[in-house]
């Protein structure tokens, strides 16, 4: 093999590689924390009646399934303020401190009453998909356009699900090292936590 294959199965350095890897670890950690907290929050924590919670969380997954396409569908499109940054990038700014913005206010509760409950979880929640998924479609489609390559896919993807499962594993296990039992205002400071 020579020297240009090898550079062009290589593009990009493994500084590069390990840099998108740590995507995959953002990606799970913040949806292990989500995912885990959620039901215990407004459950066992604001008193909110589990058939409202189901009902939210049902809502959100049908939510997800429309939003999921839809969000892939405009940000592949090319526009004005795309230009100077690339296509991926301004989707992917927005989405990322709109999302850490919107996990705050999933925990900064500011009804007693059970409809305000199901309605800030809903609208939160629904909300924080929407963010995320502007985040991660937009990273995710960095994968085949940046790392053209079988080889170098095969690295980065290596990074990618390692960070991935140490990002899933932190998730799910720092949150309640900082949660207090009966102490609602803890889960927005675990909440300052995981968005920093």
Known sequence: MNEETV??????????????GLGGFLDNFVLGAFTTRIIDFYENEIL????????????????????????????DKKYKFTEKY???????VIGILS??????????????????????????I?????????????????????????KERTKVGLWNSLCGVIGIALGTLIPPLL?????????FLMAIVITI
């Open 126 to 150: 629904i909300s924080f998909e929407f963010a995320f998924t502007l985040w991660q479609a937009n990273y995710l489609a960095l994968f085949p356009d940046k790392f053209r390559t079988q």
């Open 48 to 75: 909110l009646s589990i058939a409202l919670v189901g009902m939210a969380i049902a809502i959100y997954g049908l939510w997800n399934m429309v939003n999921d396409p839809i969000l892939g569908y405009l940000c």
């Open 99 to 124: 999302y850490a913005w919107v996990y705050l206010l999933i925990f900064t509760v500011p009804f007693s009453d059970e409809i305000g409950l199901f309605f800030w979880l809903l609208i939160t």
């Open 7 to 20: 550079s062009q199965e290589m593009k990009y350095s493994k500084k590069i590689h390990i840099s998108y």
């Open 86 to 92: 690339g296509r991926r990038y301004p989707w992917y």
């Open 179 to 187: 949660i207090e039992d009966g102490v609602p205002s803890s889960y």
